[in-house]
């Protein structure tokens, strides 16, 4: 079983749209969570990271973390076209690792 | 512009020919990277560096080498490529405390036939 689960996808939407998107988690070491956003043939990029449990906002996205369920979401309000793209979510903590451990991905399609 | 770089962008090589993918970052960031991307499996650690001369395993280390000799630039070496090292590689950087918030090279898109 993975560490972090995340639906692949691909969720299509229509422009204007709220966005969920979701990972679910098994190791209670994890301490940070975030939201990259990956464009096709680039890199990932950060979106944005949540320590502990809560929730934080910024522009038109906003991160959940709940730790007693180990769930995560991020949401997109007012989906554009240009928000098209994979997202990541990803986890570091105090897990004896040094790296970062990411879902697979869920691919968005907003449709204008 | 801060940035992390990688080169070639893109490579078609044969199995067993030695190649290295150069990684460098401008952001005088302790900590660096590498990551290979799958499709289903997402993105796995092959190697990281906390600094200079230190340098660790990560998740799918078989097949690859490093080295870290200088902060800016964080070498892949694949000594004998094989057919099942055909991915997509993502170098990153990030400062040491601050390990969530990583930067991404572009990709290196790699196929061994």
């Known amino acids: 079983q993975k560490e972090v689960e995340q639906d692949p996808g691909p969720l299509s939407v229509p422009e204007g749209a709220i966005v969920s998107l979701n990972c679910t988690y098994s190791?209670?070491?994890?301490?940070?969570f975030m939201w990259y956003r990956q464009y096709s043939r680039k890199g990932p990029e950060l979106l944005m990271y949540t320590y502990s449990s809560g929730n934080k906002e910024d522009g038109r996205f906003t991160a959940q973390v709940d730790k007693s369920s180990k769930y995560i979401s991020l949401f997109i309000r007012d989906s554009q076209p240009s928000d098209s793209a994979t997202y990541l979510c990803a986890m570091w903590g105090d897990t004896g690792r040094r790296a970062l451990t990411f879902g697979s991905g869920t691919r968005l399609q907003v449709q204008p | 512009e801060a940035q992390v770089t990688q080169n070639p962008r893109y490579l078609i090589t044969v199995t067993g020919k030695k190649l290295t993918v150069t990684c460098s970052q401008n952001m005088n960031h302790e900590y660096m990277s590498w990551y290979r991307q799958d499709p289903g499996l997402g993105l796995r650690q092959i190697y990281y560096s906390m600094n200079v001369e230190v340098t660790d395993k990560g998740d799918v280390p078989e097949g690859y080498k490093v080295s870290r000799k200088e902060k800016r630039n964080f070498p892949l070496i694949l000594e004998s490529p094989s057919p099942n090292q055909t991915s997509l590689y993502f170098c990153a950087s990030s400062l040491s405390g601050t390990y969530y918030e990583q930067y991404f090279g572009p990709g290196t898109r790699l196929t061994v036939t």
């Open positions: 190791n209670s070491a994890f301490q940070y």
